[in-house]
């Protein structure tokens, strides 16, 4: 009856897109988050409430479904488990090994420089305050201190002095994700922009999108647009790295590669073994969409040709304070300014409860330039707004 039978580990606003590309391609989708009614599970066939993190009530989970594909969404899940799955024959995506070392910021970023000979920042690792202070005295200040297990910037600040790396370092703590204290301290780049390079590992070879710009606040994005203007010997050698890394993983799907660009060097940062929130731009600026790139490429099936729609950007739309009673006003608003020239849409996600800062939907435009197309994304997502009831 289903083509496939996949399983997600993360059902955010990224799962909800994969799940939505799936059941159009007629598989069988199980949403798995550690809270119900999370956006995949919105849209999936069967859901499951339980920590990525809990290793038995993963294996639980996947022998009561049985998937064809386990297609982790989000980084903080119980990778022991997922090895130890992977080696009794079930099929992580793109593999065990991939999501291990991505999960912390150690695993990758050693992968990448040491192993792989990528060209990074300077950078050190600290579980103590002392070792903080050591660390950003060799890679020199300012520098910035993120915990090893994170994502979308939580725990994440700069510093420009030792009490900052004090406090940056007691705040990365504060904020990690698991129950490992260890920070990674990297040297500040001074880039002048800073993309992603959507990457897929197809059966047939390495694939890539038209580069993505995005600007980022706190160490989450704000906007992103595509294609991002690079001098072509960059663009290569970018992704160069990127299909060396890529390959060095190993396993079929795609992977979100950020770099940063200074003058006329690709500094690697960091990856995704999955599609990348930047990407979301994808949904209005290019067929397939980075959801659809990596189911196919998950299936093995043909990616077909990558066919840009016109230069596009998406811009985000947050909470600003935690609650479980609001609604969405403006769409009407936001919907009204596309034109023939600059359509616009809208993804609002459905996330049950607001947090601070939480990420409640996107903005896309496209346009003639991308500049026009980042401004009108940023207006129409300026005019959704967030109400609550007073009664939380
Ligand atoms: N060494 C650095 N120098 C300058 N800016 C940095 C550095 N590291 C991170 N940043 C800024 O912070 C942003 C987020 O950093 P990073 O991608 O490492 O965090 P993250 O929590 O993994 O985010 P996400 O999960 O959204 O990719 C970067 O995109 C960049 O704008
Ligand atoms: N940078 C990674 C990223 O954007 N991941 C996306 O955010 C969701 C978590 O959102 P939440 O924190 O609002 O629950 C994840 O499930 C994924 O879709
Ligand atoms: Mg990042």
Redesign the pocket.
Known sequence: MFLAKLMLL???????EFAIAAKRLGCEVVAC?R?AR???MQVADDAEVFSMLDGAALRAAVEKHRPDFIVP???AIDTATLSALEGEGWHVVPSARAAQLTMNRDGIRRFAAEELGLTTSRYRFAETEQEALDAAEAVGLPCVIKPVMS??GKGQSTAGTPDDVRAAFAYAIEKMRGDRPRVIVEEFIRFDSEITLLTIAAADGIHFCAPIGHRQEAG??RESWQPAALPPAVLEDAQRQAATIVRALGGRGLFGVEFFIAADRAIFSEL?PRP??TGMVTLTSQDPNEFELHLRAILGLPLGPILPRGPSASAVILADRPSRRFRFDGAAEALALGTAETPVDLRL?G?PET?AG???GVALARAANVDDAVAAAKAAAAVVTIAHDEEN
Not at 10 to 16: A, I
Request: no cysteine; hydrophobic share 25%.
């Open positions: 993360g059902s955010g606003e990224l799962g909800r988050d809270y999370a956006p995949a969404e989000i980084e994502s979308s989450d994005y995704s990348h929130d996600f996330k947090l939480r990420r409640m």
